[in-house]
């Protein structure tokens, strides 16, 4: 059994088997999978919270950062400050040219960076 957590290489959940770390901290992206080019529309990123399991949100336990990235290019990186923000829910607009995966990560300062599921969104 390895470790729930890497804090030297990116953590990705096995779907087929979350545990409660991969629960509170991998980044969930909603957003439409058809867009038109060069017409902005709505990304909304939840960090954590599958299956109610929130992550903390305390001066010692907090998420730092989200990022938001089409393939390998960054789009937006959020800093967050601990305990103040109220949930770890964030909403981007985003304008694509063309088709591309959107893949969203977070950085807690206690157990690394975290990839959720990349998100194919289709430019028409
Ligand atoms: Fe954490």
Known sequence: MSEDF???????????????????????????????????FTVKIKVGGIDGVEHPNTLSHWINWVALYAGDRLISRTALGAELSD????????????????????FCNLHGVWEGKPKEITVE
């Open 6 to 40: 890497s804090l030297t290489k990116l953590n990705k959940p096995d779907w087929n088997n979350l545990n409660v770390m991969d629960k509170k901290h991998t980044p969930i992206i909603e957003a439409p999978s058809k867009v038109k080019a060069n017409e902005p």
């Open 87 to 106: 949930s770890y829910i964030l909403t981007i607009n985003v304008t694509l040219k063309e088709s591309t995966s959107l893949r969203a990560q977070e």
